[in-house]
């Protein structure tokens, strides 16, 4: 029987607009996880400031 395994990453304070900076670091998780054998299933994300448009990531994972 294969064994499922889920796992989640957040990436924090996404702005308004992505600045390249953000682009390389959600890149870099997505290419770490992406080696391990992990698959990327959906994203979302949740407003946590208004006032600045802030909201952070969530990227969820599973692996086999």
């Given at each position: 029987?294969t ?15 992505n600045?390249?900076?953000q ?23 949740a ?12 990227l969820f994972w599973e692996?086999?």
């Amino acid at each position: 029987m294969t064994k499922l395994e889920n796992d989640l990453d957040i990436y924090y304070a996404v702005g308004n607009a992505n600045t390249q900076r953000q682009e390389i670091e959600i890149k870099s998780i997505i290419n770490k996880r992406n080696s391990e054998g992990w698959k990327l299933v959906s994203t979302t994300t949740a407003i946590v400031d208004t006032k600045n448009n802030f909201s952070n990531l969530y990227l969820f994972w599973e692996k086999y």
